[in-house]
T-cell receptor, first 109, second 113 residues
Framework: GQNIDQPTEMTATEGAIVQINCTYQ??????LFWYQQHAGEAPTFLSY??LDGLEEKGRFSSFLSRSKGYSYLLLKELQMKDSASYLC??????????WGAGTKLIIKP | IAGITQAPTSQILAAGRRMTLRCTQD?????MYWYRQDLGLGLRLIHY???????GKGEVPDGYSVSRANTDDFPLTLASAVPSQTSVYFC????????????FGPGTRLTVL
């Protein structure tokens, strides 16, 4: 079956660094997405990885290892506005997104 | 303003009633999707459309139907609502069905009593 696993909740301190892990099992693989979702709002796109390695975009970076079925999202210099849920989603062989349940990130001052 | 809109924002519905959730995008995206999001679960795909005139079933299609008469609109209909359909519904679109960076509407919060 297809499955995306990520931690339910994480807590971090303002100004620090946090890494949110995601493991995936999909039927075929066409890439890995990360989305951010603030409470009561719609998900918004953060990153897409299809090749192994690290993609950096400002304070956010995303890493992919296809051989390990593993990805992480790295958030640096955390700000209070980064408090949100972070959704990991794998793109399967039919180009359908398989979504994880999301990681709720709580930022403390 | 380019984007994707949904209506209504929220709705309380009696069980057994018929309801249509509306979704419109003005980005000329070919692909559109309907998801439901429930606490503790990931987004689950209900139906999708890769291009105008075609639709397909997702992971949880039972009790729902869709149509795609044109590029912009993708309504979702609950023929006879049941309490288990209480959820937040998101419509999304992407430029095509292969790359799949999806843009989401603001959501409809539906309560079925």
């Amino acid at each position: 079956g297809q499955n995306i696993d990520q931690p339910t909740e994480m807590t971090a301190t303002e100004g620090a660094i946090v890494q949110i892990n995601c493991t995936y099992q999909t039927s075929g693989f066409n890439g890995l997405f990360w989305y951010q979702q603030h409470a009561g709002e719609a998900p918004t796109f953060l990153s897409y990885n299809v090749l192994d390695g690290l993609e950096e975009k400002g304070r956010f970076s995303s890493f992919l290892s296809r051989s390990k079925g593993y990805s992480y999202l790295l958030l640096k210099e955390l700000q209070m506005k980064d408090s949100a849920s972070y959704l990991c989603a794998g793109l399967d062989s039919n180009y359908q997104l398989i979504w994880g349940a999301g990681t709720k990130l709580i930022i403390k001052p | 303003i380019a984007g994707i809109t949904q209506a209504p924002t929220s709705q309380i519905l009696a069980a057994g009633r018929r309801m249509t959730l509306r979704c419109t995008q003005d980005m000329r995206h070919n692909a559109m999707y309907w998801y439901r999001q429930d606490l503790g679960l990931g987004l689950r795909l209900i139906h999708y459309s890769n291009t105008a005139g075609t639709t397909g079933k997702g992971e949880v299609p039972d009790g729902y139907s869709v149509s795609r008469a044109n590029t912009d609109d993708f309504p979702l209909t609950l023929a006879s609502a049941v309490p288990s359909q209480t959820s937040v519904y998101f419509c999304a679109s992407s430029s095509d069905s292969s790359y799949n960076e999806q843009f989401f509407g603001p959501g409809t919060r539906l309560t079925v009593l």
